[in-house]
Structures are given as C-alpha cells and as structure tokens.
C-alpha cells in the first residue's frame, strides 16, 4: 500500500512538472503541450471507435508476437540448455544476430514482407526472443543437481525429468523472460507502425497526426496510451507471476 | 532368511592414468530380507559411490549389484532412496502430497491409487493432515519426513537411505531414527541406511557393517545385539549399545585394521585379532571377519558425551529450517 502511494506521489509530481513545463512557454503549445490538454484530447479519442481500433490492432499484433515468442524461444532454450554441444555449435551465430538491434531491421522488413501486421509481428518476435531464450537456458544451467538424482533415483528417464522436473523449475525463469519481453515486443510493434511498417495501430495513427499541421497533443495521447498498455501488461504479469510461482521465491528464501 | 541385496566386489575408480581415484574396492556384502543393514565409515570413504552403484544411478567399475537375484543394471524399480538433503530432494512447486506421488505417477499407478497410496505413506509418517502443504512450508524435520514417506509410498523391497539424519538437528534426529524403526517393523521393510554417526548405526541396525578409509572395503560386519524395540535413552546407556559403538568407533578410527579383508586369500586368512586387541574376529565364508563384541565391558567414553551438546531446540509447524 505505502509503495503504491509513493508510486502515486511520483506520477503526481512528473505530471505537475509536465503541465508546468507547458505553461512556461518553452515552446509553442501546440509543439509541446500541457499534460492537462493531452489529457483533454485522450478523452475526446478514447470515445471515438476509430482510435479504439488502431488500440486494439496494436494490443492484438503484441500479444500474437510475444506468444509466437515464446512458443519459439523455449522450445529452443530447453534443446540448447539440455544439449551443450548443440548451444556449442550455434553460439557464435546468436551471438552474432543478437546484437543486431531490432529496429534497424525495419526498412529491410518492410521490403521484404510489405507493411501488413506480419511485419511488426515478426520484428517484434525477433526482439522477444532472446530474453525468453536465454532465461530458459540459463533455468536449465541453475536445475539443482539433486533434483535430477532424486528424479533418476525413482526411475525417471531423460525425457520424463525435462518435462517433470527441469521444465517446472525453469517456469518462473521463463516467465521472468516473457515480461521482460511484453515490453520489448510492445516497443517494436509501436516503432514499426511508426516507421510505416503497418496500416493500422497506435503506432501508424500518431504517424498520421504528427505529419502536416503538427497536433503535438495528439501525439502526445497515444504516446500516453502506449505507456499505460505497458503499464498495466507489466503489472498484471508481476501479479501472475506471484500467484503462480509464490513458490519460487519463497522456496529460494527458505533455502 | 532370503538374501534381498547381494553386493560382491564392487570397486570404482574415478577417472583414469594419473588423476585416477579409487573410492571403493573389492566391496562385498549381504542384506537379508527384513534387515536393517547401517553402513559406517569415515567421512569421504565412499559411502555414496557405494549407495549410488546400488541405487543403480551409475555403473560401478567393478563387481555386480544383485537385488533379488537380479544384477541391478539401470535404476531398480523395486527401490527407493532417501537422500540427506531433502530440501533440494523435494520438489518445491508440489505440495507434499504431489511429491509422494511423484515416483508412483512415472511408474504409471492410476490417480485413485495414487491418492490412497499417498495419504497411506504420509499417515505412517505422522504427516497425515500436511498433503496441502508445500514442503517450504514445513520444519526440516518435518521434510524429513515427507521423503521417507515418498519413498515408503513406493513399495520397495528395499529402502536406501543416505544419511538421511544428519541434516536435522538432534532432538529431531532421535525422533525421526524412532520413527524409522517403528515405520520398518510395522512394514517389515528392508532397509540400508549409510550413515557417519557411530551412535545411530548401532542404535537403528541390526548389523553394522564398517567400512575403511577409501579405497573402501568392508573392514568389519557387526551384529547388534539389541532388543528390536530401543529406546532413545535406555538402549544408549546400556552396556551393550555402549561397547558395540566403541568397537565400531576404534574399527573407524583407531588404529589401521589389522589386514584388509578380501583383497586376497592370504589377508583372509590372516589376522584374528586387531592391534588393540579388543576385538574378537572370525574369518567368514565370504571373506570378511565378524566382529562379536564382548560383552560386560564398559566403555563409556564418548558414548554420553555427546548427549551434553545436543541441543534440544524443537521446531514445529511452518518453521522453515536450513539445513546445516
């Protein structure tokens, strides 16, 4: 509760300095305006069905990509973390493409497959990736020697101890991944829509409304909605994380 | 009395060339359906290679494994081992209820036996109200004992147990030694138990085998004579526990045995009695000496000793207790 406050007190006191700052006449009002009027305006498109939809597009785009993510990076963490000769092999091929930032992908992309939602969708797979790669290879390093002998000891072979025993541990190290990987995959999704890799999303609409006549406060609204999506994605998945793997974290403390 | 375990010399060595170790050596014994059989040697001497080979978890260099008659290759069905270190021996992300079911569902039980097999094991280990728990949740003493029962629900013929009390602290080791003694009298379970503590071979087994320094051999086999039903505070101080842990604690670390036994015929056949000549032996047909303890003869150095230091902190409930 008292962190909550704090964290309210915190919002509270950059709003303030964000509607102060858009009073003091730094810039004109209509390049930076005051948080009070962006607000105004998020209310006005929050009513409308069309903005609605550029939200939903963004949000529906997100979590395809985050679970294609998943569905790809674990599969492979489990077979590089159980096969070190197959991580041996492949290591300095990750170890290439992964430096590689995302969003420098975005022209060669829209060139490649055009600018429907499979272009931010696979960016945002690529990006998604390697969190929930590495935190599932690194779950598997970390297994705890004594589970496997006490697996192996009732008779468990290799193939029943990864999914009964090295898959279960390695959940809440996943998990971990797949929330780090929520934002990175929200920020790609959003930067190529607004590299013009998309038709339709938060990302293409703010596109839309900073070209021409430039409608800052516009901008400024839908940068607000992709921080609350963020926001609350980033919650809600610490809140399942608990109730699922309240395990984990006691467990490791009682150790 | 049938044979359940027939262990004939078995020997591992680690590695190979110069950087090869020998944990154990020409290592043969017995365990006799329905018997208690407590392995003590000095720490480090091989005990859990020896465990290990029996558990079936690795291929001993040497020698065979025989379960029943049959050569244990791969981990037997028929067994269950309880390690010393339950917390890292439980699983933490199933209650304890799915922990003693654990082994049975890959043995492919069906729920409904599962369930009743479950709350059988944990009712015989006093736990029966704590299948919702999580282990964390629990006292160590209490993990202790969810192990025991994981490994009871399993039926098997035989019950290996890795120091399964030295991670507990001494007001819990008593019990949990009392409730292990009852839990194989009521089950009539055959049961080898590897142990450092002196006074816990000779107070659960009803032979004491002793194993040397590494590479290891059985240095001596001594049967306990005891009443079967032992109290934790009169069978300790009577004579007879008395001057069988003195024996089996000068056959550990005193002097050097007087020969090592099945290394060949000729060390067979050697040496009745040990330098200290406190010990009487006779050569057995497989090899190695059975140590009778005399009897009337007080010894009672060490042997009340400890009882001063132990400390009788109790935890109960959720306590969760770090193992040492």
Not at chain 2, 244 to 268: D, F, W, Y
Request: hydrophobic fraction near 45%; proline fraction near 6%.
């Amino acid at each position: 509760m008292r962190s909550a406050l704090r964290g309210a007190i915190g919002v509270a006191g950059f709003l303030l300095l964000w509607e102060a700052a858009g009073h003091a006449g730094f810039a004109p009002q209509n390049l930076f305006p005051p948080v009070s009027m962006v607000f105004a305006r998020l209310g006005e498109l929050l009513a409308t069905e069309e903005f609605l939809r550029e939200i939903i597009a963004t949000v529906l785009a997100w979590l395809i990509a985050l679970a294609l993510a998943t569905g790809i990076a674990v599969p492979l963490g489990l077979l590089l973390g159980s096969y070190p000769a197959v991580r041996r092999a492949t290591k300095v091929l990750v170890e290439f493409i992964r430096p590689v930032p995302p969003v420098a992908l975005i022209p060669l992309l829209i060139v490649l497959i055009g600018n429907g939602p499979e272009t931010k969708i696979s960016l945002a797979v690529f990006g998604a990736l390697w969190p929930i790669l590495f935190n599932t290879i690194y779950a598997l390093d970390e297994l705890e020697p004594m589970y496997v002998e006490t697996a192996r000891s009732f008779g468990l072979g290799r193939g029943a101890i990864m999914a009964r025993v090295a898959l279960p541990n390695a959940l809440p190290f996943i998990f971990t991944g797949v929330r780090i990987s929520a934002s990175i995959s929200l920020i790609l999704v959003i930067s190529v829509e607004l590299r013009g890799g998309g038709t339709a999303g938060i990302g293409y609409w703010m596109l839309g409304v900073s070209q021409g006549i430039r409608q800052m406060d516009l901008v400024l609204a839908g940068t607000v909605v992709a921080g609350v999506i963020g926001l609350l994605s980033n919650y809600g998945l610490e809140w399942l994380q608990r109730r699922l793997f309240g395990w984990n974290e006691i467990a490791q403390e009682a150790r | 009395m049938t044979t359940m375990l027939e262990v004939s010399d078995l020997g591992h060595t680690y590695g190979s060339g110069d950087t090869a170790y020998t944990a154990i050596s020409g290592l043969s014994f017995t365990v006799d359906t329905g018997e208690l059989t407590c392995i003590v040697g000095p720490s480090g001497c091989g005990k859990s290679t020896l465990l290990r080979a029996i558990a079936g978890l690795h291929t001993p260099t040497s020698g065979t494994v025989r379960l029943k008659g049959e050569t244990v290759a791969g981990v037997p069905e028929d067994l269950a081992v309880v390690f010393q270190d339950y917390s890292r021996s439980l699983f933490p992300w199933l209650t304890v209820r799915d922990n003693v079911e654990f082994p049975l569902r890959s043995r492919g039980v069906p729920a409904e036996d599962r369930a009743r097999r479950a709350a059988e094991a944990l009712e015989w280990v006093g736990l029966g109200k704590a299948g919702k728990k999580y282990p964390w949740q629990l006292s160590g003493g209490m993990q202790q004992r969810v192990s025991i029962a994981r490994a009871l629900a399993c039926r098997p013929s035989l019950l290996l147990m890795d120091e399964p009390f030295a991670s507990v602290d001494a007001q819990t080791r008593f019990e949990l030694e009392d409730l292990l003694l009852r839990v194989r009298r009521e089950l009539n379970a055959t049961v080898l138990l590897v142990t450092h503590d002196i006074d816990e071979s000779v107070y659960l087994g009803d032979r004491v085998l002793v194993l040397s320094k590494p590479p290891a051999t059985v240095v001596a086999e001594l049967p306990v004579d005891l009443p079967p039903v032992r109290d934790q505070i009169t069978t300790r101080e009577s004579d007879a526990f008395v001057s069988l842990r003195s024996e089996v604690a000068r056959l550990l670390h005193g002097k050097e045995p007087a020969a090592t036994p099945a290394r060949g015929a000729a060390a067979r056949a050697a040496g009745a009695v040990d330098q200290g000549g406190h010990v009487a032996e006779s050569s057995t047909p497989k090899g190695q000496r059975t140590v009778t303890a005399p009897k009337n003869r007080r010894n009672g150095a060490g042997g009340k000793g400890r009882k001063k230091h132990m400390k009788t902190k109790k935890k109960r409930g959720v306590t969760v207790q770090r193992p040492r």
